[in-house]
């Protein structure tokens, strides 16, 4: 494993890291402004939040050129806390966030996304989209012509610059032209300083304004799983990608250790909860980016920019950033997968609409990837107790074959298929192609082996030991 503080991780890509981190800090501002929106909090929250995230996790994660910031999947988790207690226990559930993503490092839990099949990941990506699609129709229905406009423009700026040049992140010139047309002309378009002020005054750290008693706990403790889970999810997929990309395996559980002090600290400063983000993250190894300086020098131009042009957010048109979170939504959402579903097992299918169904319901993601797990599992588990039994008469005697794993699941369908009052009176039970996994499957054969004795059959046992029997 290299080390943090290798020259390596640092210097060996200099120019490719700077001009990286530079490149992807103009796309997470008008990112982090809308998760800020979606959340119902300052959009500084969020900028600030991406800023201390990206510094902290510079140095302790494991996973260097990994973008991590204020996300949407963890902002939609955000917003009833914030609605129903105040930000100020956002803060406080942002601290046992970080605490409870450290401990998930300690404990080794990165080893537990080897469980988390395709299909719940897909759902599990799907239904972010979806969310934050309810999310954003909820300005749509009430809007006007000219913030519908507004929105549309936005969105062909997104799409169309591309086809131009790549050299600035579409979203960020869309914002810029959509806000100096609507500033410039006196477009009377609601803005993000009509629903509160923006200033640029640098967070201090300090613990949340709360009373701390465990009715507190109770209050953010779902919310700190909740954003944990979502948080594990996202950064360990991004992750794997990563990883499979540059062709260096990482260190998962170092990785959440240090997403959860990032996430500690951003909480102390008056931050929100976030994590890896897929869609920058590849964008930004795409780049060039390589090493740790990437994430550092992203992290220090944001916090210059916020520092010099933190008040000119006041004037951004609410239109501009639900533009931008309607094509996150189009550019997350995985439409292949739609494209070929009929060639996909039902199983597969129902995993995933039923991941995406239950975190619509909930509207907690967490709740939806566990369903999908527990589902999947199931559906595991059924197949694996579908077991072959082929029948045979050789020589006089009744031979039964028995393919596949026997265990509690599999065991009644083995004494079903065995015929207790057929005319021939040997009978084989052969395990040679078969495996028993736990006590009850073989209680269950010396219970068949027990029956037909006692109807006067005499029973051989073939590949398997068995109390008073020699193994044949």
Same mark, same amino acid.
């Given at each position: 494993m290299k080390s943090l503080f290798s020259k390596e991780q640092w210097f060996s890509n200099i120019r490719g890291d700077v001009l990286a981190g530079i490149t992807i800090t103009l796309a997470l501002i008008p990112d982090a402004i809308a998760f800020s929106f979606i959340a119902g909090v300052n959009p500084m929250i969020g900028l600030f939040s991406t800023v201390i995230i990206m510094i902290v996790i510079s140095f302790c994660g494991s996973r260097p050129a990994m973008v991590s910031s204020a996300a949407g999947s963890m902002a939609v988790l955000m917003a009833p806390l914030v609605l129903m207690h105040g930000v100020q226990y956002l803060f406080a559930a942002t601290i046992l966030t970080g605490i409870i993503q450290f401990l998930m490092g300690v404990f080794k839990t990165g080893k537990w996304m080897n469980f988390v099949p395709g299909a719940v990941v897909t759902g599990f990506i799907n239904a972010l989209a979806i969310l934050i699609l309810m999310d954003q129709l909820g300005h749509l229905v009430k809007a006007d012509w000219l913030m519908l406009t507004a929105v549309a423009v936005t969105?062909?700026?997104?799409?169309?610059?591309?086809? =131009?040049?790549?050299?600035?992140? +579409?979203?960020?010139?869309?914002?810029?032209?959509?806000?100096?047309?609507?500033? +410039?002309?006196? $477009?009377?378009?609601?803005?993000?300083? +009509?629903?509160? $002020?923006?200033?640029n005054t640098l967070p201090l750290p300090g613990l949340p304004d709360i009373p701390f008693t465990w009715q507190t706990l109770v209050i953010i403790l779902p919310f700190a799983l909740s954003l944990s889970l979502v948080g594990y999810t996202e950064t360990l997929l991004t992750q794997n990608m990563i990883d499979e990309k540059t062709g260096e395996k990482t260190d998962k559980n170092g990785e959440m250790k240090g997403q959860g002090a990032a996430n500690a600290i951003t909480g102390l400063f008056g931050g929100m909860a976030g994590c890896a983000l897929v869609a920058e993250s590849v964008i930004h190894v795409k780049i060039g980016a390589r090493g740790r300086l990437s994430t550092l020098t992203g992290g220090v131009v944001l916090l210059a920019l916020i520092l010099l042009f933190g008040k000119v957010v006041n004037v951004i048109p609410v239109a501009a950033l639900v533009g931008v979170m309607l094509m996150i939504c189009f550019e997350i959402f995985d439409w292949g997968y739609l494209l070929k579903l009929r060639s996909k097992p039902v199983s597969e299918t129902v995993i995933m609409i039923a991941t995406v169904a239950t975190s619509i319901y909930t509207h907690?993601?967490?709740?939806?990837?566990?369903?999908?797990?527990? $589902?999947?599992?199931?559906?595991?588990?059924? #197949? =694996? +107790?579908?077991?072959?039994?082929?029948? *045979?008469?050789?020589?006089? *005697? #009744?031979?039964?074959?028995?393919?596949?794993?026997?265990?509690?699941?599999?065991?009644?369908? $083995?004494?079903?298929?065995?015929?207790?009052n057929d005319p021939i009176t040997r009978i084989c039970l052969d395990f040679r192609e078969a495996h028993l996994w736990d006590r009850t499957s073989r209680l269950g054969i010396i219970n068949i082996r027990r029956k037909l004795r006692e109807r006067g059959y005499k029973v051989r046992v073939i590949g398997l030991q068995l109390k008073g029997e020699s193994r044949s």
């Amino acid at each position: 494993m290299k080390s943090l503080f290798s020259k390596e991780q640092w210097f060996s890509n200099i120019r490719g890291d700077v001009l990286a981190g530079i490149t992807i800090t103009l796309a997470l501002i008008p990112d982090a402004i809308a998760f800020s929106f979606i959340a119902g909090v300052n959009p500084m929250i969020g900028l600030f939040s991406t800023v201390i995230i990206m510094i902290v996790i510079s140095f302790c994660g494991s996973r260097p050129a990994m973008v991590s910031s204020a996300a949407g999947s963890m902002a939609v988790l955000m917003a009833p806390l914030v609605l129903m207690h105040g930000v100020q226990y956002l803060f406080a559930a942002t601290i046992l966030t970080g605490i409870i993503q450290f401990l998930m490092g300690v404990f080794k839990t990165g080893k537990w996304m080897n469980f988390v099949p395709g299909a719940v990941v897909t759902g599990f990506i799907n239904a972010l989209a979806i969310l934050i699609l309810m999310d954003q129709l909820g300005h749509l229905v009430k809007a006007d012509w000219l913030m519908l406009t507004a929105v549309a423009v936005t969105l062909v700026i997104v799409y169309l610059l591309p086809r =131009l040049t790549k050299a600035i992140p +579409s979203p960020l010139v869309a914002v810029t032209l959509v806000t100096v047309a609507s500033f +410039s002309m006196g $477009l009377p378009l609601e803005t993000i300083g +009509s629903q509160v $002020l923006i200033d640029n005054t640098l967070p201090l750290p300090g613990l949340p304004d709360i009373p701390f008693t465990w009715q507190t706990l109770v209050i953010i403790l779902p919310f700190a799983l909740s954003l944990s889970l979502v948080g594990y999810t996202e950064t360990l997929l991004t992750q794997n990608m990563i990883d499979e990309k540059t062709g260096e395996k990482t260190d998962k559980n170092g990785e959440m250790k240090g997403q959860g002090a990032a996430n500690a600290i951003t909480g102390l400063f008056g931050g929100m909860a976030g994590c890896a983000l897929v869609a920058e993250s590849v964008i930004h190894v795409k780049i060039g980016a390589r090493g740790r300086l990437s994430t550092l020098t992203g992290g220090v131009v944001l916090l210059a920019l916020i520092l010099l042009f933190g008040k000119v957010v006041n004037v951004i048109p609410v239109a501009a950033l639900v533009g931008v979170m309607l094509m996150i939504c189009f550019e997350i959402f995985d439409w292949g997968y739609l494209l070929k579903l009929r060639s996909k097992p039902v199983s597969e299918t129902v995993i995933m609409i039923a991941t995406v169904a239950t975190s619509i319901y909930t509207h907690n993601l967490a709740i939806g990837a566990l369903v999908g797990v527990l $589902l999947s599992m199931a559906v595991f588990v059924y #197949k =694996l +107790s579908r077991i072959q039994i082929n029948q *045979e008469t050789i020589e006089g *005697e #009744k031979v039964y074959r028995v393919k596949g794993a026997l265990f509690f699941a599999s065991a009644t369908e $083995l004494q079903d298929a065995i015929q207790l009052n057929d005319p021939i009176t040997r009978i084989c039970l052969d395990f040679r192609e078969a495996h028993l996994w736990d006590r009850t499957s073989r209680l269950g054969i010396i219970n068949i082996r027990r029956k037909l004795r006692e109807r006067g059959y005499k029973v051989r046992v073939i590949g398997l030991q068995l109390k008073g029997e020699s193994r044949s």
